[in-house]
């Protein structure tokens, strides 16, 4: 069975830095796998923020956390993170990660599985 829990959410001053984290279970990170990292602000709709072909290794971002964002494995440990640097009081959101096999997508749609959210807020 495949699970994912999120976490390192919390409350940063704009221009700090927070680290998520998540773990996985139910497949390793060298399968064959994509992994997804979204963000749900209120009254917003759930927006893709970097997504990863695990066999590949290449995490991808969307325009806005570019250059800020950085995706990365610990095998070892079974575990995602999403580096967040320069945060802004934008960036304010619940955070997710999501999983399924295939390839890397922004689509929420094509992930199965999903871990609980953890809320990043960024104040000004």
């Known amino acids: 069975e495949v699970q994912l829990q999120a976490s390192g959410g919390g409350l940063v001053q704009a221009g700090g830095s927070l680290r998520l984290s998540c773990a996985v279970s139910g497949f390793a990170l060298d399968d064959d796998y994509a992994i997804g990292w979204f963000r749900q602000a209120p009254g917003k709709e759930r927006e893709g923020v970097s997504t990863m072909t695990l066999s590949e290794g290449k995490a991808y971002y969307t325009d806005s956390v570019k250059g800020r964002f950085t995706a990365s494995t610990d095998n070892a440990k079974n575990t995602v993170y999403l580096e967040m640097n320069s945060l802004k009081p934008e960036d304010t959101a619940v955070y997710y990660c999501?999983?399924?096999?295939?390839?890397?997508?922004?689509?929420?749609?094509?992930?199965?599985?999903w871990g609980r959210g953890t809320l990043v807020t960024v104040s000004s």
């Open positions: 999501a999983a399924d096999s295939g390839r890397a997508s922004f689509l929420a749609r094509t992930y199965r599985y």
